[in-house]
């Protein structure tokens, strides 16, 4: 099952106050940026993050879940009505998240 446009409007609305947030859409779900960096995805109208020990200390239920069949799990992130635990939630595992690889070009 695809996520939907409208889970996908939800949940960037909700982000809104950290600023920088991007998204790219991968095979019917949605890679989520913050500053540059991929901090985890909407999958099946789920909102989960990656698994880094300051979003592991910072969340207040955890729940692992794989997004698709055959992936690493990640966290599911359940309190997506707290702006303000979202927000906070970011801002802690932004420093643990890797800066994604530039792509070459072929000539």
Not at 9 to 27: E, P, V
Not at 56 to 72: D, N, T, W
Not at 76 to 81: A, I, R, S
Request: aromatic content about 12%; glycine content about 8%; proline content about 4%.
């Amino acid at each position: 099952m695809a996520s939907s446009q409208e889970y996908l409007q939800f949940i960037l609305g909700q982000l809104s106050q950290c600023g920088d947030i991007t998204y790219r859409a991968m095979m019917g779900e949605f890679i989520i940026y913050y500053r540059g960096k991929i901090i985890g995805g909407i999958y099946d109208d789920r909102f989960l993050v990656k698994p880094v020990k300051s979003a592991l200390a910072y969340m207040r239920v955890v729940s692992y879940e794989q997004p698709y069949e055959g992936a690493k799990e990640m966290l599911l992130v359940d309190e997506v009505d707290d702006q303000d635990y979202l927000s906070g939630l970011l801002k802690a595992m932004y420093n643990e998240c890797p800066t994604p690889k530039s792509k070459r070009r072929l000539k």
